[in-house]
T-cell receptor
């Protein structure tokens, strides 16, 4: 079974530029998550999708971040414009069913963003 | 609010046991998790424990839960160099997982 795929793996941009990350979850997984992991910290949830609907985006800085999951499969996370403090690893995760007791989330390798 | 605290570093010798500790604040958490992150990789679920359990054992891993003190620990028996990684404790809160900052485990041969 293929894992969660993310691209690009690395991205370097200058502040005020735009950037987009792509995630392809495990086939059949209904729930998709985007996390931000700043160096030295644990992942922090940005947004959660159930199929193509948003379940939780309370911690997404909506003035500059946006995300979509058209057709309930792939997802794109965009930052426009980027700030220095957005430098982080952006992790995508998926799980089969939101209310599965173990709530096991399968993580992709992440995209490391550096904002100069 | 919800918060998960972990010690930041642990250094052990190969063959010894490692114990990584974690405290959490949300007493309504139903599940608690341990994830492992190797350099350049995503997080991998190691094990989880339901809040009505005190202990869970899975091969070399033992999870202990003290619900009264909101304390969780992960014991790795016979630690190997391949166990060197960052270990994250996480609690489930409504729809999200709340992660600690991670404990870096360094195993020397």
């Amino acid at each position: 079974e293929a894992g969660v795929a993310q691209s690009p793996r690395y991205k370097i941009i200058e502040k005020r530029q735009s950037v987009a990350f792509w995630c392809n979850p495990i086939s059949g997984h209904a729930t998709l998550y985007w996390y931000q992991q700043i160096l030295g910290q644990g992942p922090k949830l940005l947004i959660q999708f159930q199929n193509n609907g948003v379940v939780d985006d309370s911690q997404l800085p909506k003035d500059r971040f946006s995300a979509e999951r058209l057709k309930g499969v792939d997802s794109t996370l965009k930052i426009q414009p980027a700030k220095l403090e957005d430098s982080a690893v952006y992790l995508c995760a998926s799980s089969p069913i939101r209310d599965r007791p173990s709530n096991e989330q399968f993580f992709g390798p992440g995209t490391r963003l550096t904002v100069l | 609010g919800e918060d998960v605290e972990q010690s930041l570093f642990l250094s052990v010798r190969e063959g010894d046991s490692s114990v990584i500790n974690c405290t959490y604040t949300d007493s309504s958490s139903t599940y608690l998790y341990w994830y492992k992150q190797e350099p350049g990789a995503g997080l991998q679920l190691l094990t989880y424990i339901f809040s009505n359990m005190d202990m869970k054992q899975d091969q070399r891993l033992t999870v202990l839960l003290n619900k009264k003190d909101k304390h969780l620990s992960l014991r790795i028996a016979d630690t190997q160099t391949g166990d060197s990684a960052i270990y994250f404790c996480a609690e489930r809160s409504r729809t999200a997982l709340i992660f600690g900052k991670g404990t870096t485990l360094s195993v020397s041969s």
